[in-house]
């Protein structure tokens, strides 16, 4: 027990990349910013073609009917790592958009 050490633990310093690293990761950034980036196509490879909710997988002919969705409603955050994406079947999307609504015509927050 005299080795172990309690405490705080000490940050590791970052990682030192080379030009060329740095370079590619500017250029990715620049591109995702870009007006015809497209986060759909990033989602599925970075999620696959699965819904997150169902578990539906779908294929290249069926994948029209998968969508992106925003968990934090944003659709304008678009993080390189697509942590604030998911890929939802049409039928789950539609779910999740309009379960708020019930909620709110159920507790009488919103009328017909």
């Not at 079947?89 to 009328?111: F, I, M, N, P, Q």
């Amino acid at each position: 027990m005299a080795g172990k050490r309690y405490g705080v633990r000490r940050p590791r310093p970052p990682k030192v990349r080379s030009p060329e690293e740095i370079a590619q990761v500017i250029k990715e950034l620049k591109k995702m910013s870009s007006p015809g980036f497209n986060y759909r196509e990033r989602s599925f490879a970075i999620h696959g073609l699965i819904c997150a909710k169902c578990a539906r997988e779908f294929d290249e002919s069926t994948k029209h009917l998968l969508t992106v969705h925003h968990k934090d409603g944003n659709d304008a955050n678009n993080p390189p790592d697509g942590s604030n994406w998911e890929n939802l079947c049409v039928y789950c999307h539609e779910a999740e958009h309009s379960r708020g609504l019930l909620g709110d015509y159920l507790t009488g927050k919103r009328k017909p």
